[in-house]
């Protein structure tokens, strides 16, 4: 019995490690993500990068979210925006600050 639960924590560890954990990403790996998604109508130089950056890693959105943003699987530069249900109101905390990163 004692081996077959040594063999289940073991296995929910290797699980837990393969979803990418709970740690949250650099501002860094989030500025990088967002000068990438720079266009004609939304550029974004390293400074608003970095200013978005600021603004994203310090709100109460989730590791998760945070990560699919780096990942490239949320794109907040767009005019349509799809969070998860419970990071939208973290989002809209901070949406203001982060645009005024990106006005001229």
């Known amino acids: 019995m004692k081996k077959l639960m040594t063999v289940a924590a ?6 837990t490690a393969a979803c990418g ?7 860094a790996d989030l500025a990088e993500q967002f000068e990438s998604q720079s266009s004609d109508s939304i550029p974004i130089d390293a ?3 970095d200013c978005m950056a600021e603004e994203v890693h310090g ?3 989730s590791n998760g979210t945070l ?9 907040l530069t767009g005019f349509t925006v799809r969070l998860p249900e419970d990071d939208l109101e ?3 905390a901070i949406t203001d600050d ?3 990163c990106v006005a001229p």
């Open 47 to 49: 400074d608003a990068a």
């Open 67 to 75: 990560q699919d943003i780096v990942d490239g699987e949320i794109d």
């Open 59 to 61: 709100s109460d959105m």
């Open 90 to 92: 973290a989002w809209e």
């Open 10 to 15: 073991v296995s929910l560890i290797g699980l």
């Open 21 to 27: 954990g709970a740690d949250r990403p650099t501002k």
């Open 98 to 100: 982060v645009v005024a």
